[in-house]
């Protein structure tokens, strides 16, 4: 199996794991010469807000795209990617996080895809879901997942 696309999940409860997520992605795409995506997902009204936040002109087309390349987690993945000399581009979506991110690494033709997520119990789980399970039971490539510090 080659390498080529590597698709990286990128959350806003992810600033803590930042360094790591950067570091396995470079680890594993690097070597490779593989692209790697980075993906953040936003809910309608995250969306919304950050568009405020990063005063963009309420008038102008603005794609999801445009607001997660400003986004601050996604700039410091991106930095660390520039100082490696990995290749990568940056995506954004809004809706549904588990389906979003599934649905952007069938369209890249992910080989692997990279997420992050807090360590949460079997009841936890349960009540609340988790993003990161929904994904890995899901994706139609291998998942590489990194644990919350």
């Known amino acids: 199996m080659s390498l080529e696309t590597v ?17 396995t992605a470079i680890d594993i795409a690097e070597p ?22 990063l005063d963009f002109d309420p008038a102008a087309a603005v794609s999801p795209g ?18 490696a000399g990995v290749d990568y581009a940056w995506h954004g979506a809004v809706g549904d996080t588990s389906d979003e991110v599934l649905g952007l690494a069938g ?10 997520g807090r360590g949460r119990s079997p009841t936890g789980k349960a009540v609340f879901g988790s993003t990161a399970q929904e994904i890995l039971l899901n994706a139609n490539c291998p998942v590489t997942y990194i644990r919350e510090p």
Request: negative net charge; hydrophobic residues 45%; proline residues 0%.
């Open 107 to 116: 369209e890249f033709d992910a080989d692997l895809l990279i997420v992050g």
């Open 7 to 23: 698709v990286v999940a990128i959350g806003d409860d992810n600033e803590e794991r930042v360094a790591s997520i950067a570091e």
């Open 32 to 53: 490779a010469g593989a692209t790697v995506h980075l993906v953040h997902v936003f809910s309608e009204e995250q969306y919304e807000a950050v568009k405020r936040q």
């Open 66 to 83: 445009m607001v997660a390349k400003r986004h601050a987690t996604i700039r410091e993945v991106g930095t660390i990617l520039d100082e």
